[in-house]
């Protein structure tokens, strides 16, 4: 008789990015998508994140 070994396959992250090499979490301690948004830059016209950044990097 064979016997089935249930294997246990560790739960992969939702988002799929182990913090490891996720350089966004390395820069910022938090993942893209948790980070707040503010308004936009004037000269870029993309939205400046909580820590003052933006696309074009004017705002700081
Ligand atoms: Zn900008």
Avoid at 21 to 45: F, L, S
């Amino acid at each position: 008789m064979a016997v089935e070994r249930k294997k246990e396959e560790p739960t992969k992250d939702d988002q799929g990015v182990p913090p490891e090499i996720d350089t966004h979490y390395q820069m910022y301690g938090k993942h893209a998508w948790e980070v707040e948004y503010g308004e936009r830059c004037p000269a870029c016209n993309k939205r400046i994140d909580e820590f003052g950044f933006c696309a074009c990097g004017s705002s700081q």
